[in-house]
T-cell receptor
Framework: AQSVTQPDIHITVSEGASLELRCNYSYGATPYLFWYVQSPGQGLQLLLKYFSGDTLVQGIKGFEAEFKRSQSSFNLRKPSVHWSDAAEYFCAVGVYYGGATNKLIFGTGTLLAVQP | DAMVIQNPRYQVTQFGKPVTLSCSQTLNHNVMYWYQQKSSQAPKLLFHYYDKDFNNEADTPDNFQSRRPNTSFCFLDIRSPGLGDAAMYLC??????????????FGPGTRLTVT
């Protein structure tokens, strides 16, 4: 069965420090992978996505993620965190549903706190 | 700007009193989704429409229904809300299946409280 694991429920980093959020997936076919960010009380905003090709994907707000097939991972990184990055981050795998539709399976999220 | 709009943003209903949540989109996307997100949990897909074709997730309770009268609008009906149905309900759209140019666009959500 398809699944996404985010091992870290809560992470605290200092402003200006680097960040890595972990994501592992289980999916039998070529995965479509996504990272979303959710600020309190808001919907989800797409940070970046991977479909194929270059395994290092650049996204918005200075985020990047690297797909490693051998490790079934898609970790999110940012070299220098800003206070406005405090939010919840969700990794998701896109599952082909059949026909022309699809669905996302989300991990349980990582809540990021940023210290001054 | 093209977007996904959800109304209301906050909804309070009484135990057992039917409630309807609304989603509209200006993206002209074929697919519309409803997710339930309980506190500190991942969004969970309830069902989706591809055009008028309704697709229910196997574990979605019968208490949850949906309607899509046209391309732009989709409704989530909860026939008899229980306390366990208190959650954020997220609507999302996508053009078709995943490809480099496609993704799911999410609305801001409706926070449902059941008293």
């Amino acid at each position: 069965a398809q699944s996404v694991t985010q091992p870290d429920i809560h992470i605290t980093v200092s402003e200006g420090a680097s960040l890595e959020l972990r994501c592992n997936y289980s999916y039998g076919a070529t995965p479509y992978l996504f990272w979303y960010v959710q600020s309190p009380g808001q919907g989800l905003q797409l940070l970046l996505k991977y479909f194929s090709g270059d395994t290092l994907v650049q996204g918005i707000k200075g985020f990047e993620a690297e797909f490693k097939r051998s490790q079934s991972s898609f970790n999110l990184r940012k070299p220098s965190v800003h206070w406005s990055d405090a939010a919840e981050y969700f990794c998701a795998v896109g599952v082909y549903y059949g026909g022309a539709t699809n669905k996302l399976i989300f991990g349980t999220g990582t809540l990021l706190a940023v210290q001054p | 700007d093209a977007m996904v709009i959800q109304n209301p943003r906050y909804q309070v209903t009484q135990f057992g009193k039917p409630v309807t949540l609304s989603c509209s989109q200006t993206l002209n996307h074929n697919v519309m989704y409803w997710y339930q997100q309980k506190s500190s949990q991942a969004p969970k897909l309830l069902f989706h429409y591809y055009d008028k074709d309704f697709n229910n997730e196997a574990d979605t309770p019968d208490n949850f229904q949906s309607r899509r009268p046209n391309t732009s609008f989709c409704f989530l009906d909860i026939r008899s809300p229980g306390l366990g149905d208190a959650a954020m309900y997220l609507c999302a759209t996508s053009r078709v299946r995943f490809d480099r140019d496609s993704q799911q666009y999410f609305g801001p959500g409706t926070r449902l409280t059941v008293t």
